[in-house]
């Protein structure tokens, strides 16, 4: 699990969160890196997306060290490192008053892009995430739930950001507009090959979208491996029952038994 | 206070009379404040008249301040509310205490508006009572009070101990229903004013205080010292006015204006033919639809300066509130206490800073409509969704654009919710401009509450409710503006 020093992505250690003297969140080590993805999975609450909103600067640790790309997450360096890293939530987090297009180029304009490098990265990223032009003028309030998630992942990709922090960022959609998406994400990871991380309830989905998944439990890490490994040997009770529990495995598990 | 500075500058562009005269609001008031200004004007003085300042507080105030050079003011009200002397003082005393703040009180102008008991001419005839201690022999007859004669001390308290008065029948009725209760034989004695125009209409008798009982409230001009030196002319002309109006001359002065509906100025016309002889002028005020597009116009424009200021003093202070927790308690609870001062005590502080007029009308105003801006915009701003909250601190916007991109877009709607609150509100508030001098739709209502003139109050109440109507709409037209396109889609929250 050691980093090559050449190529840091994110390096946490002895990191420790607690919410009014409940402990949620208490990792020893964790490191990611650079240009893969990893999945973190578990039961709600058990501290999966304070791990993200820790790594995005939300939260602030009561202990213990973030580094992103080498650079030590602080309260000084925290906006540099936000314009370096993407970030999509569940329901996108897009803003209403805004449109499509307005969101998509917030922070660029706010960083004194010009509207010509804008409306060029604009275009490169609706190739990218399959997006119709038609659909930018539009106010979020108009736009379908999977074209919201299009518009918020153009949004973190703007910047070109060397990372990705994705907050269950399918849980909200219908089935098949989750499927199309997760092809897309897929296609996106492999082709940017960014440095990912992304918090989902879905095995299947992390399975078929990361290099690695972590799996937690009451805000620690049980167990932390490729897809298969986990597959093949669970660390412990809890994790076998907890990828028993997940039914769309059954499909990646026939797929297992063809290797 | 950098706005109030502004507002005081913007006001005091006119250039002043040389000499004001104020006055109370109601008729009597009225038409010796406009007497003594046609006296000033007819000498050749650029004169200014200050009508309709609230009550004593207000207007004593004014002229303590220097915003007024004289006005009428009685002997009773002196020693009462300005002195708060106990017992009685002699007029000597009176012209000491009064000096020692500057203020010069002159001889009386020749009437007494003191407390009296009257009764219907004929009535009185019938039952053989001209004086209270003939009323005192008669327990048979029907007194009807007004409120504030019954609770008084020199009122009937103290009345009925010095008379010895045993009737049983002891009504209290509010004061404009007296007469018509008298008229009807509905009650036989009442409390009145000794100058009211109704003892003439109704042929009052105006009983005898035989043993001395009411205190006197003898009319007095009571005038700045410095006035003599500044203006000797205006000095000479309220000399001129002392002694020589009595009793009847004010009685026949304020039927012209409570039952004959003519104007105060008209009324003084008349009143100055009587003193000095020649003819009176004719009326030279307006029509009635000037008069209302006057006041209208000047209700607007306080209106609109006032809100204005207070927008751009209460957004920053909404977003300074919802930025740190104490800041904010602080921000909340002090514009909360403001909204909590009632506004004839805001308008009495505001008078010895910023004298009267515009000026304290639009801080007054300017103060009231703080609360619901700051409190809509700090409420916009900390009850945003959190899922939109925690994007906005997510993407590494400069704190400049997370403000003004995202987080007061976001609370546009309520902050100009507040904002049209305040508006509203401040269209019925600003009729308490007129209380001060400050003009607008509050003076016909002023007046016609002092007259029992539903006309009047119509002229100023109507314009003003259409206003307000006005404004609601105006602002809902405004919202489109002022609200990003996004946030008023049906499905915005999607």
Known sequence: MAVPASEPGVEIRDLRKSYNGTPALSIDELDVRASTTLALIGPSGCGKS????????????????????????????????????GYVIQEGGLFPHLTGAENVALVARDQGWTRERIERRTRELLDLTQLSPDLLPRYPGELSGGQRQRVALMRALMLDPEMLLLDEPLAALDPMVRSDLQRELKSVFERLRKTVLFVTHDMGEAGYLADEIAILRAGRIVQRGAPRELLRSPADPFVAAFIRAQRPLGAMAEELDRC | MLTALLLAALAAQAPGPTVTVGSKAFPESWILGETLAEEWRAAGLATAHRMNLGGTEIVYQALRSGAIDVYPEYTGTIQEVILHAQGPVSPEAMRDALRREGIGMSGPIGFNDGYALAMLGARADRSGVRTLSDLARQPELTLGLSHEFLGRSDGFPGLRRRYALSSSRVFGIQHELAYGALASGQIDVTDIYTTDAEIERLRLRVLEDDRGFFPRYDAVWLYRLDLGQRAPRAAQAIERLTGVIDEAR???????????????????????????????????EGTLWQSIARNTGQHLKIVAISLLAAVLVGVPLGIAAARSAILGNAILAGTGLLQTVPSLALLAVLIPLFGIGVVPALIALFLYSLLPIVRNTYVGLTTLSHPLEEASRALGLSPRARLFRVRLPLASPAIMAGVKTSAVINVGTATLAALIGGGGLGEPILAGIQLR?????????????????????????????????????????G
């Open chain 1, 50 to 85: 304070t791990l993200l909103r820790l790594v995005i600067g939300l939260l602030a640790p009561d202990q213990g060290s973030i580094r992103i790309g080498g650079v030590d997450l602080t309260p000084a360096t925290r906006r540099a490192l936000q314009l370096r890293t």
């Open chain 2, 250 to 284: 004010m009685i026949r002065a304020n039927a012209r204006v409570v039952i004959g509906h003519r104007s105060a100025r008209e009324s003084a016309d008349s009143l100055r033919a009587e003193i000095f002889g020649g003819r009176s002028r004719g009326p030279a």
């Open chain 2, 453 to 493: 003139h539903a006309g009047l109050i119509l002229q100023g109440a109507i314009p003003a409710a259409l206003l307000a109507l006005l404004v609601q709409r105006g602002f809902d037209l405004l919202d489109r503006l002022a609200i990003p396109k996004g946030l008023r889609l049906p499905a915005a929250r």
